[in-house]
């Protein structure tokens, strides 16, 4: 009787790694499986979230290798060897506060419902990452791919702006 050889993959999340085995038993992460479900379903950080499923509204936008990228889009065992960032991954890991991104689309209502927040915060964290001073113009870019059905675009621009000491022009 010959026995299947498993190979195994290593994620870094959020500056942990997780060792998972890739096959098609239950417990494993199938080749198939998206980047979205594995961080959803296995290691249980929901914030980003499954919507579209396409990669076409943002709602589960990570940061991977710094830069910002739908991850219902990418298979699981493509993402070896890169630095994967959650939401949940922003708050400071000594004293749980969160991220002053964070704190500004709280502190400003950037949201209503907050589907999407968790996409359009990690959109705008990976284009503050480059630019600290981006133009409307350029943060409209950057969260081009990302859908509010509820309509806050506008906050989310004026945030983003304050936070970084801009107005909006």
Same mark, same amino acid.
């Given at each position: ?8 993959i ?11 085995t890739?096959?098609n038993?239950?417990?494993?992460v ?5 980047l ?10 929901t ?5 579209c +499923? &396409?990669?076409a ?7 991977i290798?710094?830069? @910002?990228?739908?991850? !219902?889009s990418?298979? #699981?065992v493509?993402c ?7 939401l ?9 506060e969160?991220?002053p ?6 502190d ?17 964290k990976?284009?503050? +990452? &480059?630019?600290?001073?981006?133009t409307?113009?350029?943060?409209q870019?950057?969260l @081009?791919?990302?859908? !509010?059905?509820?309509? #806050? ?5 004026e945030?983003?702006?304050k936070?970084t000491?801009?107005?909006v022009?």
């Open positions: 009787m010959k026995t299947e050889q498993k190979s195994y290593v994620l870094n999340v959020n500056g942990h790694d997780y060792k998972f890739v096959g038993d239950p417990q494993d199938a080749p198939s499986e998206t979205v479900r594995t961080l959803r379903d296995r290691l249980e950080l914030a980003a979230k499954i919507s +499923d &396409k990669g509204c943002g709602a589960c936008t990570v940061i290798d710094g830069e @910002a990228v739908p991850s !219902c990418l298979l #699981t493509e070896e060897d890169k630095k994967i960032i959650t949940e991954g922003l708050e400071d890991p000594e004293t749980g969160l991220d991104l964070q704190q500004a689309f709280i400003n209502t950037a949201f209503q419902c907050g589907y999407c927040s968790p996409g359009a915060i990690m959109v705008v990976a284009l503050l +990452d &480059k630019n600290p001073k981006p409307v113009e350029e943060l870019e950057a @081009a791919g990302n859908y !509010c059905r509820c309509g #806050t675009h506008h906050q989310v621009i945030t983003v702006m936070f000491g801009q107005e022009s």
